[in-house]
């Protein structure tokens, strides 16, 4: 399967974007979705989970409340609604899929990525 994520940008502290990640080659609905970011100078570091099917998602502490993973399987397409955005949520956000849950989550480990897309946000 082939991703590729779009949606980022800049924008101001509190602020809010919607990145989207769209795949193609096999159909998205067996594979449970993640979302990951990094920074400049920081190690790659996981965001959100979102099962195959939608029934479970998982959040970074750092985010809970204010980051929403959604997906839409009929247009093979993940979400990640990122709202009171703050100028630490700065990175290259990449999406990326695996069969297995622990894969992604807590392990970071899929077995396919997509191009990532920067998010900026100033203060």
């Known amino acids: 399967v082939q991703l590729q994520a779009f949606g980022g940008g800049l924008v101001q502290a509190g602020g809010f974007l919607r990145l989207s990640c769209v795949a193609s080659?096999?159909?998205?609905?067996?594979?449970?979705m993640g979302w990951f970011r990094q920074a400049p100078g920081k190690e790659r570091e996981f965001v959100a989970v979102i099962t195959w099917n939608g029934g479970n998602t998982d959040y970074t502490d750092s985010v809970k409340g204010r980051f929403t993973i959604s997906r839409d399987n009929a247009k093979r397409t993940v979400y990640l609604q990122m709202n009171s955005l703050k100028p630490e949520d700065t990175a290259v956000y990449y999406c990326a899929a695996d069969r297995n849950y622990d894969d992604i989550y807590p392990r970071g480990e899929c077995d396919y990525w997509g191009r990532g897309t920067l998010v900026t946000v100033s203060s």
């Open positions: 080659g096999r159909t998205l609905s067996i594979y449970n």
